[in-house]
């Protein structure tokens, strides 16, 4: 410690200022899914829950979030795939052009989500590949295989390969190899990565209007409603449970891979 | 041989869309039937680097603001980081991880639509000013609006790898620089800014990546007259259809990215990342 107590204070105000400037607006927003009020004015003075049971029967609102859901679940389950194998292959050997992969998946979170979704766009267009639930998914997929990819990597590197050794040599056959040693070792950080992905297929947006065509997920039909001004207590409604619908996952996933992820124990 | 499917196919679609797409920069749409005709050309760029045009006005607009935002973020982020690599305890330190990553992963959109709400006219902000004595700020349809929400949605981005860089200065550098006579001032500017360099730079590529390519704020938080070069982008894909002419504009962004990156390389922000 070679900061003065003044210094420290002085840091701990900083570091409190700056998590209410995170925390506030979203914490404002949840409350406005009980604001009576058409009109989003603050102070909210009278209050209701009936928005949640109007947005529950909305059919726009469910059928936008029955895309969502598919959308997030199909591009979960390539992610998963793809991410592993691609982790699995990039931890254990070292083959020609092995910089180049990592360079290339990391290239759809390096450019700004525009660019991937014009380039999908006109790559649609050109191919004449029509617009549906698959070319929603291939545009999610791009991001979601990095973050599995990302946290399966993490995992392997502080996974020494001499188990899958020393298990062989005790005379484990491949599948019990995998199931009794290599399965316990990453099944969390698959599952860690899975919700992640899923908690940003299902909000995504930049890449969803380029690659959605006509559809309209649960992100969109949200920003349509921001777009006309209309119908915003459904929004806060449906704002309020995407809100709990993304941070869920990801403070499982955080549980999951306390000691490889960003947050761990020393 | 377990990669090579699926790398194939990564590389068909995804790099093959943005070889494509760079390539019909060149082309032009057929002013009357609508249709991209193949004729190799540079008018597209020369529409955009027209100084009486509007768009080097917007992409100066863009960079400006990514510029502003990223500087804003890294002197938001690095007391924070700090405080977290640090000085505080391993309790508080997780505690306070999940609480700057949470909103990170919460809905991008949503915290977006918060902040209109926020600075509307009849929002949060004003009714807090009101309540100290202040008079309103209407900052909902300006730059200041959106400086302040980019800079609110990337901020996390900045705090993880300047944290990740803080915490690996060993502790022993810090006194060993107090040993040889260094005020904390001094230790500061020499030692750990230097050593924390990578990340800032590393958390900045994010920042200013993410400003440069976002369409989503200046809609729903700037208004017409200070449009980005996304909103431009986003129009010619949609409702104009003008894919080459988009093509080239959004080749801005990714050349002052691709600048950027070569920058950051120099100075060793791949290894924070």
Not at chain 1, 242 to 248: D, E, H, S
Not at chain 2, 219 to 239: A, D, M, P, T
Request: with cysteine; hydrophobic share 55%; net charge positive.
């Amino acid at each position: 410690m070679i900061e003065t107590k003044g210094a420290r204070i002085g840091l701990r105000i900083w570091t409190i200022a700056v998590v209410l400037f995170l925390w506030i607006p979203i914490l404002t927003i949840l409350v406005y899914a009980f604001n009576k009020s058409n009109i989003q004015s603050w102070p909210i003075t009278s209050w209701t829950t009936h928005w949640f049971s109007a947005a529950w029967n909305d059919p726009d609102v469910r059928s936008s979030l029955w895309l969502s859901l598919k959308c997030g679940l199909i591009a979960t389950g390539i992610a998963l795939v793809l991410g592993s194998m691609i982790s699995f292959a990039i931890s254990r050997f070292k083959f020609f052009g092995r910089e180049s992969v990592t360079f290339l998946l990391l290239l759809p979170i390096a450019l700004p989500g525009i660019i991937t979704g014009m380039a999908l766009n006109s790559f649609y267009v050109f191919a004449g590949v029509p617009f549906s639930i698959w070319s929603i998914v291939i545009g999610h997929a791009t991001f979601c295989v990095v973050v599995v990819y990302n946290n399966m990597l993490a995992r392997l590197r502080r996974t020494s390969p001499s188990i899958v050794e020393a298990s062989q040599d005790l005379g484990a056959d491949g599948w019990q190899t995998f199931r009794f040693v290599l399965w316990p070792t990453i099944a969390t950080a698959l599952v860690s990565g899975g919700l992640l992905a899923f908690a940003l297929s299902f909000d995504e947006v930049i890449v969803t209007t380029f690659t959605a065509g006509a559809q309209t997920t649960l992100p969109i039909w949200i920003l349509d409603q921001l777009r006309q001004g209309q119908n915003l207590p459904v929004v806060n409604a449906v704002i309020f449970a995407v809100i709990l619908l993304t941070i869920i996952p990801v403070l499982v996933s955080v549980r999951l891979t306390r000691d490889t992820g960003v947050i761990r124990r020393r | 041989m377990l990669l090579v499917p699926p790398v194939a196919a990564f590389l068909v679609v995804y790099v093959g869309a943005l070889v494509a797409l760079f390539i019909s920069a060149f082309w032009q749409v057929d002013a009357f039937t609508g249709k991209i005709v193949h004729n190799w050309t540079f008018e597209n760029f020369s529409d955009i680097l027209d100084w009486s045009g509007p768009y080097l006005r917007i992409a100066g607009r863009t960079i400006g603001i990514a510029a502003a935002v990223t500087v804003l973020d890294a002197i938001l982020a690095f007391p924070l980081a700090y405080y977290l690599a640090r000085v505080a305890k391993p309790k508080t330190r997780t505690l306070l991880l999940i609480a700057v990553l949470l909103p990170l992963w919460s809905s991008y959109l949503v915290r977006i639509y918060a902040w209109r709400t926020i600075l509307g006219h009849d929002g949060a902000l004003n009714w807090t000013l009101n309540k100290i004595g202040l008079p309103d700020v209407n900052l909902l349809y300006t730059n200041w609006g959106m400086l302040i929400v980019f800079t609110y949605i990337w901020l996390p981005f900045m705090v993880i790898p300047v944290y990740a860089a803080l915490e690996r200065v060993p502790d022993n550098f810090l006194e060993a620089s107090a040993d040889l006579g260094a005020k904390g001032w001094r230790t500061f500017r020499s030692v750990l800014l230097p050593l924390a360099l990578p990340g800032i730079i590393a958390g900045s590529i994010f920042t200013f990546s993410l400003t440069l390519g976002d369409f989503i704020t200046p809609l729903l938080i700037g208004s017409g007259k200070n449009q980005f070069i996304g909103n431009v982008v986003e129009s010619y894909i949609g409702v104009n259809a003008n894919i080459p002419f988009a093509a080239a504009f959004a080749t801005i962004p990714v050349l002052v990215m691709a600048v950027y990156l070569l920058i950051a390389r120099r100075l060793g922000a791949f290894e924070a990342l």
